[in-house]
């Protein structure tokens, strides 16, 4: 179980009377003072009560699993040509897959926990403090001895991506005694978030832990390597509420073809065979295909000027999430992720930093 006997006692105390101090919780388990702030710290690490006062955590959590880097981003100030210097300008911000989703689940409302791992290094003090002050609780990111990663992007001047470096060796080293502080916080989850950089042991055993205490799980494959080195993984065995490909990532879960819409609908069905629930295929400027027990909805993109393209696939996903976790039909909570993702490719931030659910319900009208 998640919480030992004693904390459901103290749970059920702080319901009925979340203003008991520890001293009265004490009388009335008729223990020690000092035993119940041993047990009050504990529940506050799973997460169950946030801060003083003991407040109790009703309103649920995601947990997110995944990368944490730093965004390298160089844009050139005209059409890009290869093989030569290109004029144009840089920036460094907080990035990652699994960090840039849990930034927009915090930003939209959600209280967000993230489990990653970043250097022992200037660049990891940095990428922490950023996360944090976005809202993300960042007390589960383990400090590596490997440099903080980073994630090297080159865009055109109409910030479309020319290319792309990847460094993510602290990522790669999460292993999966690192989820172990965090297994009681899972367990009590809304959602579970995982992001396909994780290595494939790590993710087996992310997937056993929300299989084992029933935690809806979404999984971001993030790109074709990725998909295939964790295709195997999927199967009834490890049921998933949703995972969000694009087209190609579909094809290598599924060792599939997936060219036309009949065979995308085909590579769908054979995830859905899997203990799949809800499958989202991103298909870049003609939306997505979103499908469920309830059917097939195709989702257009919402219209908007292209900035940067950096970062709309985590907001779409943190969105999605998010909506869900709030009690949306997937398919509505689809359309609002389309709604972030306009608004995040319409700003030059990764993460849009006004970002809220108000701001992204009138966009999704």
Known sequence: MSLTDREQQIVALLRRDPLLGSEAIAAALGTT????????????????????????????????????????KARSTRAAVTATSNPGTASMSAGGVGRNVAENLARLGTRTHLVAAVGADPLGDQLLAATSDAGVHVQHVRRSARATGTYTAVL?????????????????ELAPADLDGARDLVAVAGLLVLDGN??????????DLA?????????????????AALAHLLGEDRP???????????????GRPVGT?????DAVAVLHGRGVQHVWV?????????SSAQGRTELATVPTEVVDVTGAGDAMLGAFAH?????EEAAAAAAFGHAAAALTVASPHTVRPDLTDRLVRRTAR
Request: proline share 4%.
């Open 323 to 327: 909506a869900l976790l709030a009690g």
């Open 156 to 172: 055109d001047a109409d910030g479309e991506l020319v290319v792309a470096v990847a460094d993510m060796a602290a990522t790669d």
């Open 282 to 290: 991103r298909l870049g400027e003609r939306g997505s295909v979103l």
């Open 198 to 207: 994780l290595a494939p042991t790590t993710l087996a055993y992310a997937l």
């Open 261 to 265: 819409d009949r065979e995308i609908d």
């Open 240 to 254: 998933l509420l949703a995972v969000t490909p694009n087209r190609d990532e579909l094809g290598a879960l599924t």
């Open 211 to 227: 299989a084992e205490a029933g935690v809806p799980t979404i999984l971001e494959p993030v790109s074709v390597p990725k998909a």
């Open 33 to 72: 003072r000092a035993a119940v702030n041993v047990h009050l710290s504990n529940l506050g690490k799973k997460g169950v009560i946030l801060g003083r006062g003991y407040v109790l955590a009703d309103q649920r959590h995601v947990v997110v699993v995944g990368g944490a880097n730093m965004d390298v």
